[in-house]
DNA sequence: TGTACATCAGTGAACGCGCGTTCACTGATGTAC
DNA sequence: TGTACATCAGTGAACGCGCGTTCACTGATGTAC
């Protein structure tokens, strides 16, 4: 049965969230349109009618996962401390889908790694800000190297299978952001 | 036709091998057991031959893909000099696997976390030795946080869609390593 | 050392399941008058 | 404002393909004598 414009602009954002869950938590290939079409209270048939295909909808779905949130940490150091904590590390579906996603994306198409590109430019840009150096040239090279550090950390903490070395991953890396700001 | 055991040895390393590479080059999903066997000049049928399943395989393959080689760098700086090169990052097949693996591994099995994380606490370890810091705990903290950063840093520059952002961010991470070895 | 035969690694066809995608149909929406 | 009807978002069954796994068979290996 048709509906409302306002219901298929919000049936096309549930669509939109629950994907964007699903694949930051199971990984793209793992996740079934069925999946997401459950998830988002709606049937498989409909997908085709807001989505191209399952390779848009990882686009669209990276996009909407990189979007701005209103409690985004404001200096470089809250922001990865936050990264770094555990509630992050325990929590994929709602966490940086760069640090979910990333060596997934890179065997995607274009499109999708452009999304996820155009959301870390922004991040950079931001954490550039209020990252330590005299120039703009420094302070951007800080902020790279800041975002790649703790998106290893992550990445690293996660994937080991001990505990304990998980958490010793993230202090580490904590420890090293701290003595860094310190020198 | 039954083959000699020599030759059931070499066809044994032959699939591990093959596996290493095409699981690293386009992730575990994507590779069809039909992949691993004809890269290995073997059909199909013989594979449970070898192995338990695909998910056996998965763990084999990534302990393969994480045992020392020999021109292994032996100094911190060396290892991160070499991980940090545009040949490590356009050669995802014969590189580091928790790079090519590390964000998809979360959701494997057990058994392939554990081997990657063995295969990690070895370099760790190693690593250690040559990493800056006056306690063995330092080292060590230092250790973690360096490979978490060129971790993230080559995992940032092979997902990127842009090739000068990607420059950038390995040229990033590498000017940040020097900095911290002068302070 | 030579021969007979049991073993078993590898073959390739077949099976069954799941997933992306398509499509005829339904019935509420929203427009034209 | 009220009514008739064309539109079209969503439904759910069906399709077809690919993949992991199984299995009866083959023929070289390697052992027993």
């Known amino acids: ?4 414009r306002e219901q298929v602009a919000e049936n096309r954002r549930n669509i939109l969230a629950a994907a964007a869950r699903l694949f930051r938590e199971r990984g793209f290939d793992a996740v079934t349109l069925d999946d997401v079409m ?15 295909s399952k390779s848009d909808l990882m686009a669209q779905a990276c996009a909407f996962a ?15 401390t936050a990264y770094l904590s555990k ?14 996603l990333g060596s997934e994306a890179v065997r995607q198409s274009l499109e ?16 550039s800000k209020s990252a330590p150096g005299r120039t703009a040239s420094a302070r951007r090279i800080a ?8 998106l290893g950390g992550l990445v690293l903490a996660r994937m080991v299978d ?19 700001a310190d020198s």
Chains 1, 2 share one sequence.
């Open 66 to 80: 990189m979007r701005p949130t209103e409690h985004e940490p404001q200096t470089l150091l809250d922001y990865c």
């Open 1 to 4: 049965m048709k509906v409302s």
């Open 143 to 150: 902020a790279l190297a800041s975002f790649s550090a703790i």
């Open 38 to 52: 459950n998830e988002a209270n709606l049937t498989r048939g409909g997908f085709y009618g807001h989505f191209k």
């Open 162 to 180: 001990d505990p304990a070395l998980s958490d010793e991953v993230l202090a580490a890396n904590c420890k090293a952001l701290t003595n860094a």
């Open 87 to 100: 509630e992050h590390r325990d929590n994929r579906a709602e966490g940086c889908p760069v640090a979910a």
């Open 112 to 127: 999708t790694r452009h999304k996820l590109a155009e959301g870390t430019k922004r991040i950079i840009a931001h954490l």
